[in-house]
């Protein structure tokens, strides 16, 4: 009697076993798709008065302050000071892509820029986003690492950050991009890698709007 329950035992202990293993094997349809962001404006914002202080390592100029200076439609005009000169840019935001499109150094002006023919098509944010997503514009070939990061910079904390990593096309040119972009602040840090000792890092120090 003893012998037959120890064999009812072990054979309900095998079909329990089997039946967990089943159960947590889930079919490939089944499982959660791979999120993705639709709408890359949101990590770019370019609302009229809004300005960024960025603090800098690894060379003297990689420091810098950025500022909304106007916004008609989806093209925004942003002024640029990294204490050796200071950049006008338009960008084109939209949903879809956020791209530089017009960029001119020494330019201490607030005039317009936006009706200025384009003479850049760098593509910096591009739907969808999610992790492995790439594409190419003149300059880099640009890769989607992570879609989820946090991030402390000495400007607070941010999550739900974007991580895209940019190889330059010009073989002249070395050094890899990585950028970090937070929902509703934009761009928080950057990273030009040269070689593994020697990196330039611009980090958001504070954000506000004027």
């Keep these: 009697m003893n012998k037959l329950l120890a064999i009812i035992l072990v054979t309900i202990s ?6 967990c293993s089943k159960q947590n094997t889930a079919p490939s349809e089944k499982l959660p798709k791979e999120e993705s962001i639709t709408d890359v404006s949101v990590y770019f914002p370019v609302d009229s008065g809004l300005a960024w202080i960025y603090e800098g390592t690894g060379n003297e100029y990689a420091g810098f302050t950025r500022k909304v200076i106007r916004r008609q439609d989806k093209l925004a005009q942003l002024g640029e000071n990294n204490g050796g000169t200071q950049m006008g840019l338009v960008y084109q935001v939209t949903p879809e892509a956020v ?14 820029l936006l009706s200025r023919q384009p003479n850049r098509n760098e593509i910096l ?8 997503a790439s594409w190419q514009d003149a300059r880099y070939k640009r890769e989607v690492v992570s ?12 999550t739900s950050v974007i991580r895209i990593k940019g190889t330059p096309l010009n073989q002249t040119n070395t050094a890899s991009l990585i950028e970090y972009y937070a929902p509703g602040v934009g761009l928080i840090a950057r990273e030009y890698i040269i070689s593994e000792d020697s990196q330039i890092t611009s980090k958001l120090k504070s954000w506000n709007k004027n």
Excluded: Q
Excluded at 99 to 112: F, K, Q, R, T
């Design 125 to 132: 944010l591009k739907a969808p986003l999610k992790p492995g």
């Design 14 to 19: 095998v079909l329990s076993l089997a039946a």
């Design 147 to 158: 879609i989820a990061d946090t991030i402390t910079m000495p400007g607070g904390t941010f």
């Design 99 to 112: 791209s530089l499109i017009y960029a001119v150094e020494e330019y201490y002006s607030d005039g317009s």
